[in-house]
Antibody, heavy 118, light 107 residues
Framework: QVQLVQSGAEMKKPGASVRLSCRAS????????IHWLRQAPGQRPEWMGI????????TYSAKFEGRVTMSRDTSTGTAYLELSRLRSDDTAMYFC???????????WGQGTLVTVSS | DTQMTQSPSSLSASIGDRVTITCQAS??????LNWYQQKPGKAPKLLIF???NLEAGVPSKFSGSGSGTDFTFTISNLQPDDIATYYC?????????FGGGTRVEIK
């Protein structure tokens, strides 16, 4: 079935970087976009950016520009999110989600918990 | 950026009740609005897309309406399985924003 499977929980110190993965299965990876979102405890989801899986083009939320990098490996159908210069307020559940572009998110990954603490 | 104001932030209703949630955009967004259900520890689940279209496989007890700046989401015949937080979500090129969420509980 169509699914996105994300990598496991991460614990990082302030100032470090984290790289998360999102492996797609059950569909043609390059036919859809991958978005990354995060959700801090008790907060609304927050959009981080979009990756065109076909050509690798990215658009990032202004809030994360300069700290975030989204990439993909089409040979394995995997999308990646790298966030640098981590702070304690980056502690959140990070989700990848699939879409046809700037539309609804019908398929989500299960989420990866990132904890930033000294 | 377009701000999405969702209300109420929480509500408590009885089994069988009809529940209504509203989402207001700070500027006109046509019908570029979706509604999601999120249960604790889970990813959001799409219920309504483009303001009023029921996602495939979602029960018809869920419905949405509106266009421009004012949108409404309704749950008919509230059941224990509907206990969750519901979010509206605006989309457009280069922007995705969520409302603050409505936590629905059983009275």
């Amino acid at each position: 079935q169509v699914q996105l499977v994300q990598s496991g929980a991460e614990m990082k110190k302030p100032g470090a970087s984290v790289r998360l993965s999102c492996r797609a299965s059950g569909y043609a990876f390059t036919s859809y976009y991958i978005h990354w979102l995060r959700q801090a405890p008790g907060q609304r989801p927050e959009w981080m950016g979009i990756l065109d899986s076909s050509v690798g083009r990215t658009t990032y939320s202004a809030k994360f520009e300069g700290r975030v990098t989204m990439s993909r490996d089409t040979s394995t159908g995997t999308a990646y999110l790298e966030l640098s210069r981590l702070r304690s307020d980056d502690t959140a559940m990070y989700f990848c989600a699939r879409s046809r572009g700037w539309t609804a998110f019908r398929i989500w990954g299960q989420g990866t918990l990132v904890t930033v603490s000294s | 950026d377009t701000q999405m104001t969702q209300s109420p932030s929480s509500l408590s209703a009885s089994i069988g009740d009809r529940v209504t949630i509203t989402c207001q955009a700070s500027q006109g967004i046509r019908n570029y609005l979706n509604w999601y259900q999120q249960k604790p520890g889970k990813a959001p689940k799409l219920l309504i897309f483009d303001a009023s279209n029921l996602e495939a496989g979602v029960p018809s007890k869920f419905s949405g309406s509106g266009s421009g700046t004012d949108f409404t989401f309704t749950i008919s015949n509230l059941q224990p399985d509907d206990i969750a937080t519901y979010y509206c979500q605006h989309y457009d090129k280069d922007v995705i924003t969520f409302g603050g969420g409505t936590r629905v509980e059983i009275k």
